[in-house]
């Protein structure tokens, strides 16, 4: 059977269905083409590639042209997954207008089918506007990275009841302002749950428990392939990094043994076509 393209609609129908939404970060075309073929429903171009692709200790370098690009790369697996990309720091702060048009940029340019922004009540006004050009928004809430340095660090948020009561009150304005759903990343689970159990459209959660209405991962937490110190809310369902190690020490072992290329890998020349002798014998025509 093949699978339909997942839209925003068929997201939105999921809250309260007991289908959890499954999302996974994609940055380039070969992962996206490996995740969609698991069947996952998003496919998130996080600026968290800051951090996982880039090298940098926070996703705050990561600029508007570099997202576009990475939304082109994923675009191009044509994945049935909807495809999210993020706004970076700096391309939705400054005014309504300049959201509405980096927001507009990742759709037309990066072929992005919804965008995703940080913030809470603060921005209900600019995500009412960019949902108003016809752009879907989804909010992030909690944990927001691209305020790391107003938090003290990346740090579980909303962990008093005022807190707690803080992002109710955002979450519920971001539903007002239009977002199809909302990231709750790094938040205790028991307020992950309140505010899913408020709210009408769909939560993904990342470090937010269970009761979410979906959850999301970094593609390569997932997959094992970070070596640092994983974050407590990580399960690594595979440990493909030991598994790239084990496979470039065997290359690396052949290349130099001279078992790699085999003859199986080699090309020959045409048919009838041979090395003149003088060639041959490093070029005197004399055997060793
Ligand atoms: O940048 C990102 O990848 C994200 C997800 C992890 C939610 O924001």
Do not use: N
């Not at 939705?92 to 089918?113: I, K, P």
């Not at 030991?242 to 020959?268: I, K, L, N, T």
């Amino acid at each position: 059977m093949t699978r339909e393209k997942t839209t925003i609609p068929d997201l939105r129908a999921r809250k309260g269905q007991g289908q959890k939404i499954t999302a996974v970060t994609a940055y380039d075309a070969t992962m996206a083409r490996l995740l969609d073929e698991a069947e996952v429903d998003i496919l998130m171009v996080g600026d968290s590639l800051g951090m996982v692709v880039q090298g940098w200790d926070s996703t705050l370098p990561v600029t508007l042209d570099q997202m576009v690009y990475h939304c082109q790369c994923v675009a191009r697996a044509r994945p049935r997954a909807h495809i999210v990309g993020d706004l970076p720091f700096l391309s939705y702060q400054a005014s309504e207008e300049q959201a509405v048009l980096s927001a507009g940029r990742l759709l037309q340019e990066g072929h992005a089918e919804s965008v995703k922004l940080e913030g809470g009540r603060t921005f209900a006004p600019t995500i009412r506007r960019v949902v108003s050009a016809g752009i879907p928004v989804m909010g992030h809430l909690g944990l927001t990275p691209q305020s790391v340095h107003a938090m003290g660090g990346f740090k579980v948020q909303a962990r008093s009841e005022q807190g707690a009561r803080e992002l109710l009150a955002d979450a519920l304005a971001l539903e007002s302002a239009g977002v199809y759903a909302i990231v709750l990343e790094g938040v205790p689970s028991e307020v992950a749950a309140l505010v899913t159990s408020r709210l009408s459209v769909p939560t993904i959660g990342i470090g937010a428990g269970p009761e979410t209405d979906g959850q999301v991962l970094v593609c390569y937490d997932l997959l094992g392939m970070y070596r640092g110190r994983a974050p407590k809310f990580v399960r690594r369902f595979a440990e493909l990094g030991d598994g790239v190690v084990e496979a470039a020490r065997s290359y690396r072992s052949a290349v130099q043994d001279g078992s790699f290329p085999g003859p199986q890998h080699v090309f020959g020349m045409s048919q009838g076509e041979q090395l003149p002798e003088e060639l041959r014998y490093g070029g005197d025509g004399e055997q060793p």
